[in-house]
Nanobody, 118 residues
Framework: QVQFVESGGGSVQPGGSLTLSCAPSGLTLEDYAVGWFRQAPGKEREGVSCISETGSSTYYKEFVKGRFTISKDGAKNTMYLNLNSLEPEDTAVYYC???????????WGQGIQVTVSS
């Protein structure tokens, strides 16, 4: 059974930064494309960023380009999302996920809250 442990969420002021971490059990991140998604109140879940199985390709949705950075560490079997220059519109529950291809995810974390507010 695959389970994810997400950490690093919380509340931050506009312009602040956070780093989200996601460590799975029962799954080796090096064997999967991994991504981050988010769901804001009253909105559908949307993709944020994805990194390919090999780690050679990264993808970002336009609204986070230049502000967020995705990575994965095979030695620690952990994936990360660095969030910089946060805006109130970034407030959402963030989910980590793993799958065969970017954006086609098979396994999901439970979600972690990020709140950006002054």
């Amino acid at each position: 059974q695959v389970q994810f442990v997400e950490s690093g969420g919380g509340s931050v002021q506009p312009g602040g930064s956070l780093t989200l971490s996601c460590a799975p059990s029962g799954l080796t991140l090096e064997d999967y494309a991994v991504g981050w998604f988010r769901q804001a109140p009253g909105k559908e879940r949307e993709g944020v960023s994805c990194i390919s199985e090999t780690g050679s390709s990264t993808y970002y949705k336009e609204f986070v380009k230049g502000r967020f950075t995705i990575s994965k560490d095979g030695a620690k079997n952990t994936m990360y999302l660095n969030l910089n220059s946060l805006e109130p519109e970034d407030t959402a529950v963030y989910y980590c996920a793993a799958g065969r291809l970017c954006w086609l995810m098979d396994y999901w974390g439970q979600g972690i809250q990020v709140t950006v507010s002054s």
